[in-house]
């Protein structure tokens, strides 16, 4: 994910903006990576943010999930979206936690995660 | 340009000023993430649809990056206002250069 925090800062100017991100299935979620270069470290609080991804996913090679309040993507919302909210499909290789982080209109960080249990890996060989 | 790329949208034909619609929309792309390796071996160069964006008379919806882990023929689904007749445009940037237009006018009433 070739994004700078500059630019998720950018993207989320005057509008929420959200990003989804797969990580592998533990018990605590690290800050890693874009998860870190997009929040700038800042803390995140769980609520706020629901994330609507099947428990058990027969196909890795197309997830869908759903992000209410939004990597994998990151999806800025612009003055004319009627609501914080999207929907896409996404891959998984594997069994793994699913984390979406909120970035609100006030600046601060949501998170939501949950786990995906993958049959069929996603991501091919 | 990828081949076989072809954007699919829908949008409701009228709403009333100041609805809320919902968006679908979908494009056949590969989405080689970059990761997979052919039969000899070698790495399949990464060739995915890296910028979605949806905008209405000019006034932006949606803006959207994609990372590789976005499954094939990328789908969206969303919400936008509208506070008048006008048309939604939807552009989608591939790695390679080429950007696919789409566009469809919406009715007030």
């Not at chain 1, 629901?50 to 058990?56: F, G, K, M, N, Q």
């Not at chain 1, 090679?61 to 979206?81: C, M, N, Q, T, W």
């Not at chain 2, 950007?99 to 007030?108: D, G, L, N, R």
Request: contains cysteine; hydrophobic residues 40%.
């Amino acid at each position: 994910m070739n994004l700078t925090r500059r630019d998720a800062l950018a993207l989320g100017a005057g509008a929420t903006s959200l990003a989804v991100l797969p990580l592998p299935a533990l018990a605590d979620v690290p800050m890693v990576g874009a998860l870190a270069d997009f929040t700038g470290g800042a803390a995140m609080s769980e609520g706020g943010v629901s994330l609507t991804a099947p428990e058990i996913a027969e196909n890795g090679k197309s997830v869908p999930i759903e992000v209410d309040a939004p990597g994998v993507a990151i999806f800025a919302f612009g003055p004319l979206a009627g609501s914080q909210s999207a929907s896409t499909r996404i891959r998984l290789a594997g069994t793994q936690n699913v984390v979406a982080v909120a970035k609100m209109a006030n600046g601060s960080f949501a998170q939501a995660t949950k786990e995906v249990k993958v049959i069929i890996g996603g991501c091919g060989g | 340009m990828a081949s076989g790329v072809k954007p699919r949208v829908k949008v409701p034909k009228s709403a009333s000023a100041g609805e809320v619609v919902t968006i679908k929309t979908l494009i056949s792309h590969t989405m080689e993430s970059g990761h997979r390796k052919d039969s000899d071996g070698k790495v399949i160069p990464r060739e995915i649809i890296n910028r979605f964006t949806c905008d209405f008379n000019d006034q932006n919806v949606i803006d959207v990056m994609l990372a590789p882990a976005i499954s094939t023929n990328p789908y969206f689904e969303f919400q936008a206002k509208v506070p008048e007749a006008g048309e939604f445009t939807f552009t989608w940037y591939d790695d390679d250069g080429s950007v696919y237009t789409e566009s469809k006018k919406i009715k007030a009433g």
